[in-house]
């Protein structure tokens, strides 16, 4: 009898650690059914090869080239971890053309501006050269129907080097650079607040001046 009691329990015993096991092993498939799936190598190398594009300020819009684009350096906004816009200045060549030359600035309702003072520090890539004297201050810009109007401080006319094809550069310089968004068709420049007849004595820009893509090298579509 005692036999038998035994035999019962040792039984028991091993259903109890058959079913115990047989229950770990379906939770474990069950786990690792609810897992979620990494995402393929490859496909974290394709995002970070897109922002990478992006950062280096080599994604350009359509119809646009820059050769030789330095980054920008000096008060990079993208340091700061802000939200940048990419725009397009126009600086002079060896040639007498106009070149673009892209540059990221911090993201705001002012970015026409921003271009503007952009402008007049200069360009950052290697054989261009700068279409605003030295020490020219932008003073006012606002747009209005289309209409942009800029307002230099005295030292664009004062300050210039002279020259038909200098001057050529550095209105179209400034109006090319201003046309590249979608707000603005024409630009009034303005010295000083007023209304003058010409920088250095052959354009006139008296009046209202549109977009002159003859003059550009690197040509740029407008940025919306």
Known sequence: MKAAIKFFIYMTMILVVMYSSGCASENRNISAEQAPVPKPVADYQTADKGRATVDSGQEVPSGTTANNTTPNTTNDPKATGAATSMVVLYFADANGYLQAEQRFVNKTAGVARQAMQELCRGPL???LFATIPGDTRLLDINIRDGLCTVNFSQDLVTKHSGGSG?????????????????????VQILVGGQVVESIAGHLDVSVPLTRDSNLIRASAQKIY
């Open 166 to 186: 200098s001057e050529n550069t550095t209105v179209y310089s400034i109006v090319n650079t201003l046309t590249q968004f979608s707000s603005i068709e024409q």
């Open 125 to 127: 890539t290697q054989g």
